[in-house]
Nanobody
Framework: VQLQASGGGLVQAGDSLRLSCAAS????????TGWFRQAPGKEREFVAG????????DYENSVKGRFTISRDNAKNTVYLQMNSLKPEDTAVYSC???????????????WGQGTLVTVSS
């Protein structure tokens, strides 16, 4: 499955952004889908994950209550709604697809290119 992430940009603290992860080649609903981010000088980290049918969501603690992951299987797309953005959310955000329910990046076989989110204070 090929993934294409989009929606990043430069915003101010407190603003919102919605990222999209569009799939082609295979049906994304066959996969657990996760959003990850990598800040400069840091390792890629898990942000949020969603089950195949969208019934289960998982969030990293620092984004709970601010970010919402969702999926539209009819559009073969997963979204990440990011509200109340903070400067520490600045990173390159990528989406990944896995056969497993996991936060481990090594278990995600398919990745989209990243989209840069920059939050100014």
């Amino acid at each position: 499955v090929q993934l294409q992430a989009s929606g990043g940009g430069l915003v101010q603290a407190g603003d919102s952004l919605r990222l999209s992860c569009a799939a082609s080649g295979r049906t994304l609903s066959n996969y657990v889908t996760g959003w990850f981010r990598q800040a400069p000088g840091k390792e890629r980290e898990f942000v949020a994950g969603i089950s195949r049918n969208g019934g289960i969501e998982d969030y990293e603690n620092s984004v709970k209550g601010r970010f919402t992951i969702s999926r539209d299987n009819a559009k073969n797309t997963v979204y990440l709604q990011m509200n109340s953005l903070k400067p520490e959310d600045t990173a390159v955000y990528s989406c990944g697809a896995s056969r497993l329910w996991t936060r481990m990046t090594t278990q995600y076989a398919y990745w989209g290119q990243g989209t840069l989110v920059t939050v100014s204070s």
